[in-house]
């Protein structure tokens, strides 16, 4: 069961992770048009630095997950590098435990936001009108997917040590 949600789990990060490059490159794509418009003297889009907001947030969140999954994350490695195989599954098992908690706890009160601006109906007024919990919905799915990926990490990493008894990788 476990490796069957593994693998939904691998689908849907590989997912996130291209739409956050599309993001990315229409993000690219719109800045570079509105420099164009603008050195032509045209009136600019308007919309361009909200739009970069919002494609912030998605390719942070909706990413991170493809990223995790991918052992492409900033890691500091400096003391789990210096222990037993033993005392390194137990330190990344420990911090993959805090991670998961942590993004949790995120999830959690990330989700009452979103709720709280869906039941009062808030709007984020700029060039765009939006409503503000579409904007922060991006704050729950992300943290939650990040849970479930450090959980995966735990067992993969778990059942990777039971098959074999070589040292543990450092990711």
């Known amino acids: 069961m476990i490796k069957l949600i ?49 494609g912030l947030l998605l390719v942070s969140f909706l990413g991170a997950p493809w990223v995790l999954r991918r052992h492409d994350h900033i890691s500091v490695d400096v003391l789990v590098r210096h222990v037993s195989p033993r005392t390194r599954l137990r330190m990344l098992t420990v911090a993959d435990m805090f991670a998961a908690l942590t993004c949790a706890v995120l999830a959690y009160y990330a989700t009452q936001a979103a709720l709280d601006a869906y ?12 409503p503000q919990w579409i904007v922060l919905s991006v704050l729950p ?4 997917l ?13 059942s990777e040590t ?6 543990v990788e450092i990711t």
């Open 162 to 167: 039971a098959n074999t008894n070589s040292e």
């Open 6 to 54: 593994d693998s939904a789990m691998g689908r849907i990060c590989d997912a996130f992770g291209f739409a956050a490059s599309l993001v990315i490159a229409f993000l690219a794509l719109s800045v570079g048009a509105e420099v164009v418009v603008r050195n032509l003297g045209l009136p600019a889009f308007g919309w361009t630095l909200e739009m970069c907001e919002y």
């Open 141 to 144: 799915l992300g943290m939650s």
């Open 119 to 130: 039941a009062k109906g808030s709007l984020l007024f700029k060039y765009l009108v939006v």
């Open 146 to 158: 990040l849970v479930i990926e450090f959980l995966l990490r735990i067992y993969r990493r778990g």
